[in-house]
């Protein structure tokens, strides 16, 4: 059973360290224990607590009141959130957010999979994708550059991600029409893929056809495939920069050596800003851009 500081209870949770001591010492909603030089240290019945909290707060429960509830009441309280049909409410997103969080980092991939299949009965991928995973994929990547969340966690959730962005792309009709295929990708020493396999689901749903290369996928291969099927258009997504310098060459070959394919780039914010797009180039900053500029 791991075991969390304070600190780390906030940043999972987003309720600040001294609200929660206060709890701790007004409302005894904890009782943690202590190392032998007197810091505070929580389970994992903790760690369920305060995030089950934290939606009941936002459903507009009194932290008194909330207090007083056991484990079976708790569920209850939860369970009744879970029934409502609005996936627009915030307090529900919490709650799905909060139970893919909680399964993820106990390993369970049982509870992880309920969890999933309760919303795909209700609520389409892209609704889901938008407004359960990715707030908690940001909610992840806070935690992973506050070293608050182990990797073998981390790698878990998405795994169970990408199994089901994986299940739904399998259930799309399969396209014949090869006019206009995209190839996608990931560029060399590039492994963030989650992005790239929404990309895939979306274009296979307004039926274009795609080539997915996946992971790490070496240039000059790339090249030689694009020429050979005179791929007009190509999708890469890059996230860690390996320098400016190196960067820069990495996508400028691939514009250069396929002048008439266009390269659709997207990622993380802060390495797209690097670039410095030739002609064939097009940056994707947002979820809008990639609809309007490759499924119209």
């Given at each position: 059973m791991r075991t969390y500081s304070i600190k780390e209870l906030e940043n999972y949770s987003g309720t600040k360290a001294h609200t929660i001591r206060i709890w701790e010492q007004r409302y005894n909603l904890f009782s943690p224990q202590r190392t032998d030089t007197g810091i505070r240290f929580y389970n994992d019945a903790d760690l369920k607590k305060i995030?089950?909290?934290?939606?009941?707060?936002?459903?507009?429960?009194?932290?008194?009141?909330?207090?007083?509830?056991?484990?079976?009441?708790?569920?209850?309280?939860?369970?009744?959130?879970?029934?409502?049909?609005?996936?627009?409410?915030?307090?529900?997103?919490?709650?799905?957010?909060?139970?893919?969080?909680?399964?993820?980092?106990?390993?369970?991939?049982?509870?992880?999979?309920?969890?999933?299949?309760k919303l795909s009965e209700s609520f389409d991928t892209y609704s889901i994708f938008i407004s359960i995973v990715y707030p908690l994929l940001n909610r992840i990547g806070v935690l992973w550059s506050k070293n608050d969340i182990d990797p073998l966690q981390e790698h878990f959730i998405s795994n169970s991600i990408k199994k089901q962005l994986n299940i739904a792309t399998d259930k799309?009709?399969?396209?014949?029409?090869?006019?206009?295929?995209?190839?996608?990708?990931?560029?060399?020493?590039?492994?963030?893929?989650?992005?790239?396999?929404?990309?895939?689901?979306?274009?296979?749903?307004?039926?274009?056809?795609?080539?997915?290369?996946?992971?790490?996928?070496?240039?000059?291969?790339?090249?030689?495939?694009?020429?050979?099927?005179?791929?007009?258009?190509?999708?890469?997504?890059?996230?860690?920069?390996?320098?400016?310098?190196?960067?820069?060459?990495?996508?400028?070959?691939?514009?250069s050596a396929c002048e008439t394919t266009e390269f659709y780039w997207s990622g993380n914010i802060d390495t797209l800003e690097l670039l410095k797009p030739q002609k064939n180039q097009i940056i994707l900053y947002s979820l809008e851009d990639f609809h309007q500029k490759l499924i119209h």
């Open positions: 995030l089950s909290t934290s939606v009941l707060l936002k459903s507009g429960f009194k932290i008194s009141k909330i207090a007083k509830l056991n484990e079976d009441e708790l569920k209850v309280e939860l369970s009744k959130i879970d029934g409502t049909d609005d996936l627009k409410s915030k307090t529900k997103i919490e709650l799905h957010i909060s139970n893919l969080l909680s399964a993820g980092l106990d390993f369970d991939e049982i509870k992880m999979n309920k969890e999933f299949n799309l009709p399969n396209t014949e029409n090869e006019d206009g295929e995209i190839v996608l990708f990931l560029p060399e020493n590039e492994t963030h893929d989650i992005g790239l396999l929404f990309a895939n689901f979306l274009l296979k749903q307004a039926n274009i056809k795609t080539i997915y290369l996946g992971q790490q996928v070496p240039t000059t291969s790339l090249i030689k495939l694009i020429k050979d099927r005179n791929i007009k258009k190509a999708l890469g997504f890059i996230f860690f920069s390996p320098g400016k310098e190196k960067l820069l060459k990495a996508v400028n070959s691939l514009a």
